[in-house]
């Protein structure tokens, strides 16, 4: 099992940028991939980024490929999303959540962060 924090929402302009972190707890961290979503307001929950166990392989929607870098430290329980050239579209609640079986779909994620504000302002 695995407990997760995230954290660096905000407020920024279009064109900025922002830094993500999910803090994990649990020995088994390194174990799970790591996917981060987002939802805006009426809207779905929608895939952003994953990241595998180890770290080599990383998962991007089209919608933030060459904007966003998702990355991790094992050693230190933690998972990050870089996000530049942020746009007002990018407005929405951000989550990181953890998989033992991976994918995109948010169905397969079995444990959640509570979520923080990205709100990007044009």
């Known amino acids: 099992q695995v407990q997760l924090v995230e954290s660096g929402g905000a407020l920024v302009q279009a064109g900025g940028s922002l830094r993500l972190s999910c803090a994990a707890s649990g020995r088994t961290f390194s174990t799970y991939v790591i996917g981060w979503f987002r939802q805006a307001p009426g809207e779905e929950r929608e895939f952003v980024a994953s990241?595998?166990?180890?770290?080599?392989?990383?998962y991007y929607a089209a919608s933030v490929q060459g904007r966003f870098t998702v990355s991790r430290d094992n050693a230190k329980n933690t998972a990050a999303l870089q996000m530049n050239s942020l746009k007002p579209e990018d407005t929405a609640v951000y989550y990181c959540?953890?998989?033992?079986?991976?994918?995109?779909?948010?169905?397969?994620?079995?444990?959640w962060g509570q979520g923080t504000q990205v709100t990007v302002s044009s």
């Open positions: 959540a953890a998989t033992s079986v991976g994918g995109s779909s948010w169905h397969r994620y079995d444990y």
């Open positions: 990241i595998s166990d180890s770290g080599y392989f990383t």
